[in-house]
């Protein structure tokens, strides 16, 4: 009985430990990311959770279509550095003048907690 409690404890843990590992970061961020590009209100926001929503107006949407588009065409992202334990996903958005910064931080349950784009 013992060793059945400490499985299921040691199971509900790892599934804690992993829950936003089932949303694929890297599609997730391209989705976004093509969606600001493209100044789509609705798109960019689609994967953010209800905080990150409410906190995204068309004027930041469009100042930072308006960077993106200063550097070229979007040509997509690849993969800087990650830290699955904590959600944080870092990534580099490729353009034909130049590169982004891509941060992105993942809720347990695969939403969108945080999206943030700097200069490279």
Do not use: W
């Not at 990311?33 to 209100?41: Q, S």
């Amino acid at each position: 009985m013992i060793r059945l409690a400490a499985a299921a404890v040691a199971l509900v843990i790892a599934a804690m430990g992993c829950a936003h590992h089932g949303a694929d970061p890297q599609a997730l961020a391209d989705d976004t990311t093509r969606a600001v590009y493209n100044l789509d209100i609705d798109a960019t926001t689609a994967h953010f959770d209800d905080a990150l929503k409410g906190q995204v107006t068309r004027g930041t949407i469009g100042q930072l279509s308006d960077e993106m588009h200063a550097l070229g065409a979007y040509q997509g992202l690849k993969p800087a550095t990650s830290d699955p334990d904590k959600g944080r996903y870092d990534f580099q958005a490729a353009f034909d003048k130049g590169t982004l910064l891509v941060q992105l931080r993942l809720d347990p349950d695969g939403k969108i907690g945080a999206y943030r784009v700097t200069p490279r």
